[in-house]
């Protein structure tokens, strides 16, 4: 019973909050983990096009496949394959990488981006 003038307090739940900060605080570090493994794989993603798409321009403008390998793997770097298959007139480019998962560094993922050209005819 509490007297008269005195605040009354309830100590049954006190340090709560401090429990369901640590044990929400590990979800929160794992989410924040894959949005930035998110963000990284996009920005690869990225560059692997800008490769495809500068490759394809080499070859549009008439330079060899090697060139436009050179080009293509100086711009996404790393271990990249390239290739270029003739169709229809046309050349499709085709640049391809394997990048680890950052942050999460347990698998990695396979990465691929195509560009078409219709070579110049002079």
């Known amino acids: 019973m509490a007297r008269a003038g005195m605040p009354v307090t309830d100590r049954g739940d006190r340090g709560t909050v401090t429990a369901e900060v640590a044990v929400a605080f590990p979800a ?5 983990g894959v949005v930035l493994a998110a963000a990284a794989l996009g920005v690869s993603q990225l560059r692997i096009e800008e490769a495809a798409r500068a490759g394809a321009r080499e070859i549009m403008r008439g330079e060899s496949s090697a060139a436009a ?3 293509a793997r100086r711009i996404a770097g790393g271990d990249t394959q390239f290739a270029v298959h003739p169709e229809g007139g046309y050349s499709i480019v085709t640049v391809t990488t394997s990048v ?23």
Request: charged fraction near 15%.
């Open 100 to 122: 680890d998962v950052p942050v999460l560094d347990l698998f990695s993922i396979d990465l691929s981006a195509r560009a078409v050209a219709l070579p110049e005819q002079l």
């Open 69 to 71: 390998a050179a080009t």
């Open 28 to 32: 929160v570090v794992a989410l924040l």
